[in-house]
């Protein structure tokens, strides 16, 4: 076999196999996500940034690559389907009930943290977004139980 041959089964591996394996893995991991209709849908952003609560956003977090939704009584963080795998990994990829949501601080100009109850569990998640004020104002009406921080200074 010669090297060129060689190079070619590399390529065709790495440029072909393993973005389609990536990809149907993560359109297995967003089957946690039922379709939804845009009359569903109360607040979406795409192309936002964040880092789950065990993590800093330096160690390990999404960049531009989050989209985040309020749907109907639920909040979800997603991604594209090449994505999901590595985000589900971090923690990041969330399905939540509002009702589960203790509290929401805001941070910065743009960044939101977002306390959550999973369980036993107390779980965190801050996302980047464009729009806080509206994604903070629709958690607020969905929530009666929701501790609203106030503006906090960014630990970095």
């Known amino acids: 076999m010669e090297l ?14 393993i973005p389609l394996a990536l990809y149907f893995s993560g359109k297995n991991v967003l089957k946690l996500f039922p379709e939804v209709t845009n009359d569903d849908i109360q607040f ?3 192309w936002c940034s964040g880092y789950s609560g065990m993590y800093t956003r330096r160690a390990n977090g999404a960049k531009n690559i989050l989209m ?4 109907k009584n639920e ?8 994505h999901a795998l590595a985000i589900e990994k971090s923690g990041i990829l969330t399905k939540i009930p509002i ?3 203790k509290e929401i601080t805001p941070y910065g100009k743009k960044e939101v943290s977002v306390v959550y109850s999973s369980g036993a569990n107390t779980n965190s998640v801050t996302v980047s977004l464009k729009n ?4 903070m104002s629709i958690l607020k009406g969905s929530s009666s139980q929701l501790i609203v921080n ?3 200074e960014k630990n970095d």
């Open 4 to 17: 060129e041959d060689v190079l070619f089964r590399v390529w065709v591996v790495f440029m072909i196999f």
């Open 68 to 71: 985040v939704m309020v749907v």
């Open 132 to 135: 806080r004020g509206k994604f």
């Open 99 to 101: 009702d589960d949501i």
């Open 44 to 46: 979406k952003e795409r």
């Open 150 to 152: 106030q503006l906090m």
């Open 75 to 82: 909040f979800w963080i997603k991604s594209h389907p090449i």
